[in-house]
């Protein structure tokens, strides 16, 4: 068994990654109305140098685009657009999501990027919201903050886009130009459902508001490390997830993983993993439920980590003494010969019951020492209307067919150090449609993926360029130090 350390540390090799969570710290999210302080100012700027001019104001409808074909082979992928994005080495593109009008919305800390409409809340600062198109090529709105845009979810059906910064969680227009409201201190991650019902997490407390901005709720899992939230209006519940520390039983101590399901007066509903200690048995590898999120096919989908392959992953989400509907593809998504690399989870639940309903374990393998099982590490997950799992992460050496992934016809560079991935599975999680990369000769990860409508987008951390670009809205050679990225492609028909 080899421990999940609490606080987030990244040391990148050639050939083996170590990569560790952040866990969150104690806090609570206090209530308020306040504003920034002035009035937002809105302004039709030029775009940034490399754009496109667009001239077109934040309302104007985009058309949505029609899928694609089935890549030929899932190491082959042909974006429409990538970018690099920001300029500062703090800079990071957090997360992503694609509108009703089929925009594709970003939030993260941005710097030296902007075009469209721009509009400052308050004072503004380094925080940003973009807006474009639907290919990912245009640059349509910049919505700037005081704090930094750790995540972002918008509104199926209203528009609105729900944002978490360390200034707040907001609730903005579905144009980015003005907040509805905003509410709390220092927001890690933010849910928003389809009638307006708003999950924010702050420390390890998740505040749950309605459309107005008003509380319903406050939930503080007992004993429990929060990582994600995630809101399915049409049952009325709210999702947490996370770990809690265990000291007791065979294996001590042990991080057991947990996926809870509250009602929007924060009472607990259903809960998935979060066993017993002396219920696992010799199953002593820490697990943590790092991502959440409702796909646009209804169903509630989870992504994890766990320290090695005698994981409760293995096993029921219910019943740990049951297996679980895990799907085996092939030898990286069969936890053998895994020693204590960290691996990723993926899973599909009814968000109503809790039923867990597929899952699949993910890993890379070391060709050269025997195919020995390696840390690959999820940072987001969704699953589009027909529900194709979308997931995203950093990955040590190497993914399946690495040597020959290829991005527009162009074969990338040799790993390097961290490699940003993306993954997209048949509904059945039998078949993989895409497994690739971004990164070409640097090192990263994504951080946030969106798909439905007809498109795709993955948004990433550049901690070291090169990453692949074509057709970008920002200009210039890589950004020193690190900056945000963007990558869009078209959904599968």
């Not at 308050?122 to 198109?133: P, T």
């Not at 895994?338 to 691996?343: E, G, Q, R, V, W």
């Not at 987008?457 to 057709?471: E, H, L, Q, S, Y």
Request: aromatic residues 6%; charged residues 20%; contains cysteine.
């Amino acid at each position: 068994m080899q421990r999940i350390p609490t606080r987030r540390r990244l040391s990148l090799t050639a050939v083996l990654l170590t990569v560790t969570l952040a866990g969150c710290g104690d806090g609570t999210s206090a209530e308020g109305s306040r504003w920034f302080g002035a009035t937002p100012t809105t302004t039709a700027a030029p775009p940034s140098a490399g754009a496109t001019p667009t001239g077109t104001p934040a309302s104007t409808p985009v058309d949505c685009p029609d899928p694609g074909p089935t890549p030929r082979t899932a190491s082959a992928l042909d974006p429409t657009a990538a970018s690099y994005l920001g300029r500062n080495g703090a800079d990071s593109a957090n997360a992503v999501d694609i509108s009703a009008s089929c925009e594709i919305v970003v939030g993260g800390r941005l710097t030296g990027i902007s075009g469209g409409t721009v509009t400052t809340l308050g004072k503004g600062g380094a925080g940003a919201v973009l807006r474009l198109d639907a290919a990912g090529r245009k640059l349509l709105g910049t919505t700037r903050l005081a704090g930094t845009v750790e995540d972002l979810e918008v509104r199926r059906g209203g528009g609105e886009i729900a944002v978490a910064t360390d200034r707040g969680v907001f609730l903005l227009d579905p144009d980015a130009t003005a907040a509805r409201w905003q509410r709390g201190g220092p927001t890690t991650r933010v849910a928003v459902g389809s009638t307006g019902t708003v999950a924010a997490l702050a420390g390890t407390t998740v505040q749950v508001y309605d459309l107005t901005g008003a509380t319903l709720a406050t939930i503080r899992p007992a004993g429990r490390t929060v990582s994600d939230v995630a809101v399915d209006d049409r049952t009325g519940l709210v999702f947490v997830s996370g770990f809690r520390q265990v000291n007791a039983g065979r294996c001590v101590p042990v991080q057991i993983a947990y996926l809870h399901a509250y009602d929007r007066r924060g009472k607990l509903r259903w809960r998935a993993y979060d066993h017993a200690a002396d219920r696992l048995g010799d199953l002593c590898a820490d697990s943590r439920a790092d991502r959440i999120a409702v796909g646009r096919d209804g169903r509630l989908y989870l992504a994890g980590e766990t320290a090695g392959g005698n994981t409760i992953f293995n096993r029921s989400a219910a019943d740990p003494s049951r297996p679980a509907p895990n799907v085996v593809i092939d030898s990286f998504t069969e936890a053998s010969n895994t020693s204590n690399a960290h691996l990723t989870y993926l899973a599909r639940f009814d968000p109503a019951t809790g039923r867990q309903l597929a899952g699949q374990m993910l890993l890379a393998r070391i060709d050269t020492k025997g195919d020995q099982g390696n840390t690959i590490k999820p940072y987001a997950i969704t699953a589009d209307e027909s529900g194709r799992v979308y997931a995203g992460g950093v990955s040590a050496y190497q993914i399946a067919g690495r040597s020959r992934a290829t991005l527009g016809g162009d074969r990338l560079a040799p790993y390097a150090g961290g490699d940003a991935w993306v993954l997209v599975l048949s509904a059945d999680l039998k078949r993989r449609t895409t497994w690739t990369v971004f990164t070409d000769g640097g090192a990263g990860a994504v951080r946030g993926i969106a798909a439905g409508s007809g498109m795709a987008a993955a948004a990433a951390r550049v901690d070291k360029a090169p990453f692949w670009r074509t057709r970008s809205v920002q200009s210039g050679g890589p950004p020193a130090g690190g900056a945000g990225y963007l990558a869009a492609w078209p959904g599968v028909s």
